[in-house]
């Protein structure tokens, strides 16, 4: 049986080692990512989700050209709804202005970060930001690149998540939870 009922929950994400695994980063001599792998399961889950009619939003920290590259080489430019990254706007996560230029990207309100997810790896910069600025927080703790631990109770995420895959069953339990 298909579910052809829209998604209630919008998603915005970091691709640092959230999407994109930092250790398979190669650059160029302006420090510009020319090629890197997607994490395991990351790939499939974000393409999942895009078919799925879930509204994606990038909220990274990096340059334009990277994640134009990123993208593009993993097949995953086409599911973002929207990017905002930090070059373009001119401060980085955890800044308010990250997540409120996503929120405008979409058209939405503050009455809408209910049905918000951040989705990110680094609890100084992901979680963080969108406690603060009250989002829900999902940690990915996939990598082991950085500590999880929560130096205040703005890095403590709403969700954790080990791998990607484990993204679906949360959101549909959420879903079901919203009334969806």
């Given amino acids: ?12 994400t970091d691709i640092g080692d959230t999407i994109i695994d930092e250790g398979t980063e190669i650059r160029d001599d302006d420090g510009t990512v020319i090629h890197a792998d997607c994490i395991p399961g990351a790939r499939e889950t974000a393409l999942l989700l895009h078919e799925m009619g879930y509204r994606i939003v990038m909220v990274a920290d990096g340059t334009v050209q990277s994640f134009t590259n990123t993208m593009r080489e993993n097949g995953l430019g086409h599911i973002f709804t929207a990017r905002v ?28 970060k209910a049905r918000v997810l951040m989705i990110g790896n680094n609890v100084a910069r992901d979680i963080a930001g969108a406690n ?41 339990r959420l879903e079901e939870e919203a009334g969806g």
């Fill in 85 to 112: 990254i930090s070059e373009a706007v001119g401060e980085e996560k955890p800044s308010r202005r990250m997540f409120e230029e996503a929120m405008a990207s979409l058209g939405l309100r503050d009455a809408d």
């Fill in 1 to 12: 049986m298909e579910n052809t009922k829209k998604p209630h929950l919008i998603l915005f």
């Fill in 132 to 172: 603060r600025f009250g989002i829900r927080s999902v940690l990915l703790t996939w990598s082991g690149r950085r500590s999880f631990e929560a130096s205040s109770p703005d890095e403590i995420p709403t969700y954790r998540i080990a791998t990607p895959e484990e993204l679906i069953p949360l959101l549909a």
